[in-house]
């Protein structure tokens, strides 16, 4: 029987979302992605070239606000939530209205399914969401991971703007990032003078495939405070001590209890107590993650410093 399903959300998650759980599986039919970018009477298309043979007049892209309307007229059998940077406390309200409104199934992405296996080694870095030091960290673990003697580095960026549109995009010299976003350019172009090759797209099966054919290591740079979309052998999630309600919203909840390392990024902007708290929050969502902090990490002798090596040697394997 085919399951008829709207995706809630649009961007880098959404695409994600589709391509690893629905893209290719023929018992799915997507029936409309849901924006909440767009008004109630403007639509948009997601291109057949990306949206692949089983969509060959592509998939509407609608408002958010035809949510319970299109399930109930298209007898929808479930809603995907494929958003970030949400509180658990509005995805328990738009969880009502998808069951009792829209009367169908209210599911989020599996997790196993948006972890993409590799065979090279693999080190990703996730936080709790945006502008929380994670790009700069990527960029010292690429240092550490040279150092060790893995000069083939892969480094995977999350997809914004143009990006979105392209299925695999790898870029080796500052001449190719046009599709870059602007704001973005200046990261990409550090990693291709550090000798990385560096990927963006929708595709990431694709991607990785040919990443896992030129590189020894790949690396992941994630976006907002979405999950890896790689499943890596070392799993480092950055928390902003500022935003420490961002540690119980979704997924950025997940990449706590996911991660194997937790660094605490603007530590000194908070109170002792405040720090406290912190921490202590996080134990309760994983007592198992190494917590170090941001700028001790950023010292090549400290304790930290000598001990994020020590996981990424053995992440590595070497």
């Not at 909440?36 to 007049?57: R, V």
Request: with cysteine; aromatic share 8%; net charge negative.
């Amino acid at each position: 029987m085919l399951k008829k399903t709207i995706i809630l959300g649009t961007g880098a998650k959404a695409a994600h979302v589709f391509y690893t759980c629905y893209r290719s599986r023929a018992e799915f039919r997507v029936i409309a992605f849901l924006s909440t970018a767009l008004l109630e009477n403007e639509q948009e298309i997601y291109p057949p070239e990306i949206a692949g043979p089983l969509y060959p007049q592509g998939i509407p892209v609608l408002s958010h606000t035809h949510l319970c309307a299109l399930a109930r007229r298209e007898e929808a059998n479930e809603i995907v939530f494929a958003g970030c940077d949400t509180t658990f406390e509005y995805l328990s309200q738009l969880e009502q209205t998808v069951v009792f409104t829209a009367r169908t199934e209210f599911q989020f992405a599996q997790v196993e399914r948006c972890l993409l296996p590799c065979h090279k080694p693999s080190i990703a870095v996730c936080g709790t969401g945006s502008r929380c030091g994670k790009t700069q960290l990527t960029r010292q673990i690429a240092q550490t991971v040279r150092s060790l003697g893995s000069t083939r580095v892969a480094v995977g960026k999350y997809p914004e703007g143009e990006l979105l549109q392209h299925t695999l995009s790898c870029f080796t010299l500052p001449a190719e990032l046009t599709p870059v976003p602007t704001s973005r350019q200046q990261e990409y172009a550090a990693h291709l003078a550090a000798g990385e090759r560096v990927y963006s797209g929708v595709d990431w099966r694709a991607i990785w495939d040919q990443a896992m054919g030129k590189a020894d290591v790949l690396l992941w740079d994630g976006g907002a405070n979405d999950i890896a979309f790689v499943a890596p052998d070392l799993y480092v999630t950055v928390v902003d001590c500022h935003t420490p309600n961002n540690v119980i919203a979704y997924p950025g909840y997940l990449n706590v209890e996911l991660a194997d390392v937790l660094v605490l990024y603007q530590s000194s902007g908070v109170t002792d107590v405040e720090l406290e708290a912190i921490v202590a929050n996080l134990h309760r969502i994983n007592m198992q993650a190494a917590i170090w902090d941001w700028h001790d990490l950023t010292v090549s002798d400290s304790e930290a410093a000598q001990q994020m090596r020590q996981r990424i040697i053995s992440a590595l394997d070497l």
